[in-house]
């Protein structure tokens, strides 16, 4: 291998700082593989303010990711093994895989300053002699890690990449770069390293794959070829969606393998087909995810960033594998004022996956209305097992507590009957998860109307709550019997809830940042937020809501699937059981 490598023409010492312009003279043909990485687009952590980053880490600051504040040191006498910031392990992640140098490249790139590269090779120098005692490797999982030895290769491949287009090369770091991206080769290649059925094994699997091309090794990408297309047969179902509970990872695993599909096609492999095409039908159902204003839906282990919105034709889709609906009204001037809606019951796998099971999202008018509780992140404390629990989705509490999920569990959730037409929508999910109750919610949408309907059956005493957790943006406006008036933000809309069954005793819960209980959302990691919940409950053995929850404008219209009707013509007879909305009959 090294025969080979040694047929790159490397430069005998670094440019100047005053021969910066010569730097494209530089004769780097050569026949070996440092050139090969001009190929390779690798992830950048850090796409604006780089430079002041950059200076950061110079003047004793230290960056890992564009989220974490950053952590005075001294290069001199730096402890590799810190534990930093509120959040220590994504810290200690990104440190073992040298997003500083990454960082650091990025800046000389962007200034051609050769003492961010000088100082990169400082720090690759400290970690290594940190990493060669055994003791180090023993004490920090992040040394050697499936995750930071994937980022780390990475990084490192673009800093030569940088260092090898722009000349500043010399022998000894032929040397040095030949060893350790061949040992992180050899290690991401092992497969009692190697993790399975998660997305951080497609991103070992794709760095394998960028060094196998580097070095020239089928072996390496053979091997990561057969391992990708077993992690695509876990990742998604039968109607390509993505299992992890999460749109994120959703978004990140489809990024995945996009990339990969875009690497193999530059170099011409012919999996490059196969995974694209793959992709393309994961778009559909991540598209229907994004709310009107171009944020995705909280759902599980989500963070709600921004995306790019896709104007979508169709105005609902339902995916019955998956359980999840979605309504998008798509008929108001400006798309972020359309109505959305989310309901979602079932799982396959617990990756990442929330006691959300019969919950749902509602947007409407510009603004969040009934939210979800959020990410949180994954430390192991009271404020995740809350935003894990069902009091943080929009559903049924039974004697606040939460039901348990496992890969053992998936058959006592999901939907039972589903019917999809031009008036209305019908949905029914169950949960039989909570010990000794058997929990159903019958969803029904019709535009800008929700109907619940919940049954809960117990040979026990409970108390069972219905859960609406409001966005920042909602007020509550008026509270009378059985019924809540909220007015969405600075809009003439407003949202009528009301109860048609046994009087359920109302709470208005407002949040508290330091307790782990409702009236809390966290709309990105390590981000916890104030808001209202409201609690409806009642109790009994056998107890059922059913509940109308409508969008009304100023002069009392409420919108439909087909057309408009009056909320006064919202009527329902408790006799039969039956809601008359306009014209049309649900019972």
């Given at each position: 291998m090294l025969k080979r490598l040694n047929e790159v023409n490397t430069v005998d010492s670094?440019?100047?700082?005053?021969?910066?312009?010569?730097?494209?003279?530089?004769?780097?043909?050569g026949g070996g593989y440092f050139d090969r990485c001009a190929v390779i687009e690798t992830d950048k952590r850090y796409n604006s303010k780089v430079l002041d980053t950059a200076k950061g880490i110079l003047n004793g600051y230290m960056s890992v990711y564009p989220r974490i504040e950053p952590m005075k040191y001294d290069i001199l006498n730096f402890d590799w093994n810190v534990s930093f910031s509120n959040i220590p392990s994504s810290f200690q992640l990104y440190l073992q895989g040298l997003n500083p140098i990454q960082i650091l490249a990025q800046a000389f790139n962007e200034s051609k300053d050769k003492n961010y590269l000088e100082f990169?090779?400082?720090?690759?120098?400290?970690?290594?002699?940190?990493?060669?005692?055994?003791?180090?490797?023993?004490?920090?999982?992040?040394?050697?890690?499936?995750?930071?030895?994937?980022?780390?290769?990475?990084?490192?491949?673009?800093?030569?990449?940088?260092?090898?287009?722009?000349?500043?090369?010399?022998?000894?770091?032929?040397?040095?770069?030949?060893?350790?991206?061949f040992e992180h080769g050899e290690w991401l290649n092992n497969n009692k390293n190697y993790k399975k059925n998660h997305n951080h094994g497609i991103i070992m699997d794709k760095v394998l794959l960028y060094l196998g091309y580097v070095f020239d090794n089928k072996n390496w990408m053979e091997n990561a070829k057969k391992?990708?297309?077993?992690?695509?047969?876990?990742?998604?179902?039968?109607?390509?969606?993505?299992?992890?509970?999460?749109?994120?990872?959703?978004f990140l695993v489809r990024r995945l393998f996009l990339n990969i599909g875009d690497f193999l096609k530059k170099i011409n492999d012919d999996l490059s087909k196969r995974i694209l095409l793959d992709m393309e039908k994961t778009t559909e159902f991540l598209n229907w995810s994004?709310?009107?204003?171009?944020?995705?839906?909280?759902?599980?282990?989500?963070?709600?960033?921004?995306?790019?919105?896709?104007?979508?034709?169709?105005?609902?889709?339902?995916?019955?594998?998956?359980?999840?609906?979605?309504?998008?009204?798509?008929?108001?001037?400006?798309?972020?004022?359309?109505?959305?809606?989310m309901f979602k019951s079932g799982y396959t796998k617990n990756v990442h996956k929330h006691a959300d099971d019969g919950s749902f999202i509602l947007y409407s008018k510009g603004y969040d209305i009934f939210i979800d509780g959020g990410n949180y992140g994954y430390q192991k404390?009271?404020?995740?097992?809350?935003?894990?629990?069902?009091?943080?989705?929009?559903?049924?509490?039974?004697?606040?507590?939460?039901?348990?999920?496992?890969?053992?569990?998936?058959?006592?959730?999901?939907?039972?009957?589903?019917?999809?037409?031009?008036?209305?929508?019908?949905?029914?999910?169950?949960?039989?998860?909570?010990e000794g109750v058997k929990l159903e919610r019958k969803f029904y949408s019709s535009g800008?109307?929700?109907?619940?309907?919940?049954?809960?059956?117990?040979?026990?005493?409970?108390?069972?709550?219905?859960?609406?957790n409001l966005s920042e943006f909602m007020k509550i406006e008026k509270i009378e019997e059985n019924k809540v008036i909220l007015k969405i933000a600075d809009t003439d809309y407003y949202v009528e809830i009301i109860q048609y069954a046994n009087n359920p005793l109302l709470s208005v819960i407002e949040g508290n940042i330091n307790v782990a209980g409702y009236g809390l959302i966290s709309r990105s990691v390590n981000k916890i937020e104030t808001i209202t919940t409201l609690k409806f409950d009642l109790e009994g053995e056998n107890c059922n809501f059913i509940t109308l929850i409508s969008i009304v404008d100023k002069y009392g219209n409420v919108k439909m699937n087909e057309g408009i009707c009056k909320k006064e013509d919202l009527i329902f007879n408790n006799l039969s059981q039956t809601f008359n909305l306009d014209n049309i009959k649900i019972e």
């Amino acid at each position: 291998m090294l025969k080979r490598l040694n047929e790159v023409n490397t430069v005998d010492s670094y440019y100047n700082q005053n021969e910066v312009s010569d730097i494209k003279k530089c004769n780097l043909k050569g026949g070996g593989y440092f050139d090969r990485c001009a190929v390779i687009e690798t992830d950048k952590r850090y796409n604006s303010k780089v430079l002041d980053t950059a200076k950061g880490i110079l003047n004793g600051y230290m960056s890992v990711y564009p989220r974490i504040e950053p952590m005075k040191y001294d290069i001199l006498n730096f402890d590799w093994n810190v534990s930093f910031s509120n959040i220590p392990s994504s810290f200690q992640l990104y440190l073992q895989g040298l997003n500083p140098i990454q960082i650091l490249a990025q800046a000389f790139n962007e200034s051609k300053d050769k003492n961010y590269l000088e100082f990169a090779l400082k720090l690759l120098h400290s970690w290594r002699e940190y990493a060669s005692k055994d003791i180090n490797i023993k004490n920090n999982r992040f040394v050697w890690g499936e995750h930071s030895t994937s980022i780390r290769a990475e990084n490192l491949i673009y800093f030569v990449k940088i260092c090898f287009t722009h000349g500043f090369w010399n022998n000894d770091m032929f040397e040095e770069f030949s060893e350790i991206l061949f040992e992180h080769g050899e290690w991401l290649n092992n497969n009692k390293n190697y993790k399975k059925n998660h997305n951080h094994g497609i991103i070992m699997d794709k760095v394998l794959l960028y060094l196998g091309y580097v070095f020239d090794n089928k072996n390496w990408m053979e091997n990561a070829k057969k391992r990708l297309l077993e992690q695509e047969h876990f990742a998604f179902n039968e109607e390509m969606i993505h299992v992890e509970n999460s749109t994120t990872y959703g978004f990140l695993v489809r990024r995945l393998f996009l990339n990969i599909g875009d690497f193999l096609k530059k170099i011409n492999d012919d999996l490059s087909k196969r995974i694209l095409l793959d992709m393309e039908k994961t778009t559909e159902f991540l598209n229907w995810s994004v709310k009107p204003n171009g944020k995705i839906a909280l759902i599980g282990d989500t963070n709600e960033s921004p995306c790019d919105i896709v104007f979508k034709e169709d105005i609902k889709k339902f995916y019955p594998i998956t359980g999840m609906f979605f309504y998008c009204s798509n008929k108001e001037k400006e798309y972020k004022n359309n109505t959305w809606k989310m309901f979602k019951s079932g799982y396959t796998k617990n990756v990442h996956k929330h006691a959300d099971d019969g919950s749902f999202i509602l947007y409407s008018k510009g603004y969040d209305i009934f939210i979800d509780g959020g990410n949180y992140g994954y430390q192991k404390d009271d404020f995740r097992n809350f935003f894990l629990s069902a009091k943080a989705h929009n559903s049924i509490v039974i004697d606040d507590k939460s039901y348990p999920t496992s890969n053992k569990l998936t058959d006592t959730v999901g939907i039972s009957e589903y019917l999809i037409n031009t008036e209305y929508d019908y949905i029914k999910a169950f949960n039989k998860a909570y010990e000794g109750v058997k929990l159903e919610r019958k969803f029904y949408s019709s535009g800008d109307i929700t109907i619940l309907y919940d049954n809960m059956y117990s040979e026990n005493r409970h108390k069972y709550s219905q859960i609406f957790n409001l966005s920042e943006f909602m007020k509550i406006e008026k509270i009378e019997e059985n019924k809540v008036i909220l007015k969405i933000a600075d809009t003439d809309y407003y949202v009528e809830i009301i109860q048609y069954a046994n009087n359920p005793l109302l709470s208005v819960i407002e949040g508290n940042i330091n307790v782990a209980g409702y009236g809390l959302i966290s709309r990105s990691v390590n981000k916890i937020e104030t808001i209202t919940t409201l609690k409806f409950d009642l109790e009994g053995e056998n107890c059922n809501f059913i509940t109308l929850i409508s969008i009304v404008d100023k002069y009392g219209n409420v919108k439909m699937n087909e057309g408009i009707c009056k909320k006064e013509d919202l009527i329902f007879n408790n006799l039969s059981q039956t809601f008359n909305l306009d014209n049309i009959k649900i019972e």
